[in-house]
């Protein structure tokens, strides 16, 4: 591990050297160049360790410490180590909220810095507040929330679908919770956003206010079957489509665009109806060219069907098609 070390350090200078030059043809002592060992480093909320990280550079550097943590030594000249601690992150005698900061390593020019971050733990829920799901759409991504009182609707493999009151706002949930249909759930999370912008919040905590089984009432579907390639929305509206099932897919006649089944449970049983046409009815998920995205609630059996799709563009037949004209 030493000889690792020596030989990452004398890389690590040989670029400098290489990509800057010598620091005696330029009046300040200032490194040109400034690295760290990491750039990231993770704290307890109180009693937390010191770490160690190494600093490599060609001349003196100074640093950017917030006022809660503690670097030592703060200033230094070429490859040195340095030591980093926190204080303790407490406000009335109990964990505050956990915290996060950027230490900066600086030398010469603002290309000459490295910067660090330190994330330190805390209580994430302290001082939460409680959002509707109407609140999450404009909500900033990674902010913490109570979301109070929802209504199950869907349940995936991997978390389920909350309406609220009004059946206006859907959001899909991701975390491990056994849930069923017509629950009413109480969620503590983060609010994040698929690739397509739609909420979805990254739970950490589920409460059952009470079970409901299946007794839920859907808003009225929209039929997408016909205009499969075009339908776009900005929220998840409740949809349906007909075509064939292929393993998760679903093809539809004449369209580009197939519909994929999001995260789908076990207890769908999909291998059985391989081959089959159906009917689902779901939660749109966003779209991911050519395919659309569905969080399953219900799926109706039509039996095996008479034809199949495939989905290929056959360009790699264009020699013999055009050989043969």
């Keep these: 591990m030493r000889l690792l070390k020596y030989t990452y350090t004398v890389l690590i200078l040989l670029t400098i050297l290489f990509s800057f030059g010598s620091c005696g043809d330029d009046e300040t002592t200032f490194s040109k160049a400034v690295l760290t060992s990491t750039a990231s480093l993770n704290f307890e909320g109180s009693g937390g360790a010191e770490q160690i990280i190494t600093v490599y550079a060609d001349a003196e550097w100074l640093t950017e410490v917030p006022e809660w943590i503690t670097i030592s030594p703060a200033s230094g000249t070429g490859v040195m180590d340095v030591t980093i601690s926190v204080s303790d992150n407490i406000r009335d005698g109990e964990l505050d909220n956990p915290r996060k900061a950027t230490v900066i390593f600086k030398g010469v020019t603002l290309a000459s810095r490295a910067e660090v971050v330190i994330i330190q733990g805390g209580d994430k829920f302290r001082d939460v507040k409680d959002y509707s799901l109407e609140d999450l759409v404009g909500l900033a991504d990674e902010s913490v929330v109570s979301v109070p009182d929802v209504t199950v609707m869907a349940v995936t493999s991997a978390g389920f679908v909350v309406t609220d009151a009004q059946n206006a706002n859907n959001v899909y949930v991701l975390g491990e919770s056994t849930v069923e249909i017509g629950d009413k759930v109480s969620i503590l999370g983060d609010k994040v956003s698929n690739s397509q912008s739609l909420p979805l919040i990254n739970a950490d905590q589920i409460d059952v206010l009470s079970s409901g089984g299946a007794d839920v009432t859907y808003p009225t579907v929209i039929d997408i079957t016909d205009k499969l390639d075009t339908y776009k929305s900005t929220a998840r509206e409740f949809i349906t489509v007909n075509g064939v099932l292929k393993g998760s897919s679903i093809g539809v006649k004449g369209a580009n665009y197939s519909v994929s089944i999001t995260d789908a449970p076990e207890s769908l049983k999909l291998a059985e109806m391989n081959g089959h046409r159906i009917t689902v009815k779901g939660y749109f998920d966003g779209v ?38």
């Excluded at 991911?288 to 039509?302: H, S």
């Excluded at 095996?304 to 050989?323: C, G, I, M, Q």
């Design 288 to 325: 991911a060219a050519p395919v659309l995205k569905l969080l399953v609630t219900d799926i109706q059996d039509e039996g095996l069907a008479k034809t199949f799709y495939f989905f290929e563009d056959f360009e790699w037949l264009d020699p013999w098609s055009v050989a043969g004209d």
